[in-house]
Nanobody, 122 residues
Framework: QVQLVESGGGLVQPGGSLTLSCAAS????????MGWFCQAPGKQRELVAL???????NYGDSVKGRFTISRDIAKNTVYLQMNSLKPKDTAVYYC????????????????WGQGIQVTVSS
């Protein structure tokens, strides 16, 4: 009932920039939080950045000062501006959102996008 669709990934040289987008659609009553996680080969999925419904942000230590998360509430979309990219940023990036689908309950569920590849290489 809820879909998250990522876009904007690809190949970029070290030091370059990319912007990822994730649009949520479907049976959405309220979005509590949106964020990005990444998973490199052989490693666990880890936090990149989160943004709450009140625009409070939280970043993983490895991306602080380089990445910026933002959201467009009207479009149910979250963005990740990635600057000064490094080869170690190479991973599949997953969009995540905590979404309330009904006005009749405060319960919210976590939804994931399909993932998008970001490769940083010369």
């Amino acid at each position: 009932q809820v879909q998250l669709v990522e876009s904007g990934g690809g190949l970029v040289q070290p030091g370059g920039s990319l912007t990822l987008s994730c649009a949520a659609s479907g049976s959405i009553f309220n979005i509590h939080a949106m964020g990005w996680f990444c998973q490199a080969p052989g490693k666990q999925r880890e936090l990149v950045a989160l943004i709450s419904s009140s625009n409070m942000t939280n970043y993983g230590d490895s991306v602080k000062g380089r990445f910026t998360i933002s959201r467009d509430i009207a479009k149910n979309t979250v963005y990740l501006q990635m600057n000064s990219l490094k080869p170690k940023d190479t991973a599949v990036y997953y969009c995540n959102s905590v979404i309330q689908t009904s006005p009749h309950t405060e319960a919210a569920d976590s939804y994931w996008g399909q993932g998008i590849q970001v490769t940083v290489s010369s």
